[in-house]
């Protein structure tokens, strides 16, 4: 397997931890029985667990466009060490945002949001 759909599955393994602590800050806030239904009328979550939610469904918007060029250069056969680098960057500043965002730093956490999007052009740019 290329290394970049390797970090592809590592990815979708970081997004499913996401979303386990995310829903574990809205049990911690709501309990765990109005999670079994529809949600509506729920207050906004707040604190880590708000901070939990948003990171994960970030990393869903982001996993979108990273999936499309990953899977995008496998299918033309353009994996290089550019498309391995952006696969990296994106991977590694995916976690680091994760962990930022989660902990409550702003700045560093939009740094790491730039780098994981830096490594998704770079795979782009390898398409064309």
Do not use: D
């Amino acid at each position: 397997m290329k290394p970049e759909l390797m970090l592809l599955a590592w990815a979708v393994i970081l997004t499913l931890a996401q979303m386990l602590v995310a829903a574990t800050g809205a049990a911690s806030q709501y309990g765990p029985l109005p999670l079994f239904g529809n949600r509506e009328g729920l207050a906004p979550l707040t604190g880590w667990a708000g901070r939990a939610q948003r990171a994960h469904r970030n990393m869903l918007e982001n996993l979108v466009l990273f999936a499309a060029v990953v899977l995008a250069a496998a299918v033309v056969g353009r994996s290089n060490s550019m498309t391995l680098l952006g696969a990296q960057l994106f991977f590694w500043g995916r976690v680091a945002y994760a962990v930022c965002y989660l902990g409550g730093i702003p700045y560093l956490r939009t740094a790491s949001w730039l780098v994981s999007l830096i490594g998704i052009v770079l795979i782009l740019i390898q398409l064309f």
